[in-house]
């Protein structure tokens, strides 16, 4: 499976942003879950929030009330709204996935849960 994240950009504190991640190459799409993950210079990644194929989310404390997940199955897109943004939240942002079958055990906030990774979409507050 292919991930694409877009919707980064450059903006200033207290606005939003809305990332996408599109998933290709899937024989059936919601036979996944997803995570966000950020990730800055010198710093490991952070996981940020996760979608279960059944819609289940769970939000990091850290962003929690600020960032919301969601999903779009007829567009085979995985969403992450971010609202109030701050400086502290500038990274590079990343979508990742695991087959469902495997995603009830496990810390869905690990980066070696997921089995693939999109390249990442920079994120810039000022």
């Known amino acids: 499976v292919q991930l694409v994240e877009s919707g980064g950009g450059s903006v200033q504190a207290g606005e939003s942003l809305k990332l996408s991640c599109g998933a290709s190459?899937?024989?059936?799409?919601?036979?996944?879950?997803f995570g966000w993950f950020r990730q800055t210079p010198g710093k490991g990644r952070e996981g940020l929030a996760t979608?279960?194929?059944?819609?289940?989310?769970t939000v990091a404390d850290s962003v929690k009330g600020r960032f919301t997940i969601s999903q779009d199955n007829a567009k085979n897109t995985v969403y992450l709204r971010m609202n109030s943004l701050k400086p502290e939240d500038s990274a590079m942002y990343y979508c990742a996935a695991r087959p469902s079958y495997d995603c009830y055990s496990g810390s869905w906030s690990s980066v070696g849960w997921y089995n693939y990774w999109g390249q990442g979409t920079q994120v810039t507050v000022s």
């Open positions: 979608i279960f194929e059944d819609g289940t989310t």
């Open positions: 190459s899937y024989k059936t799409y919601s036979k996944y879950c």
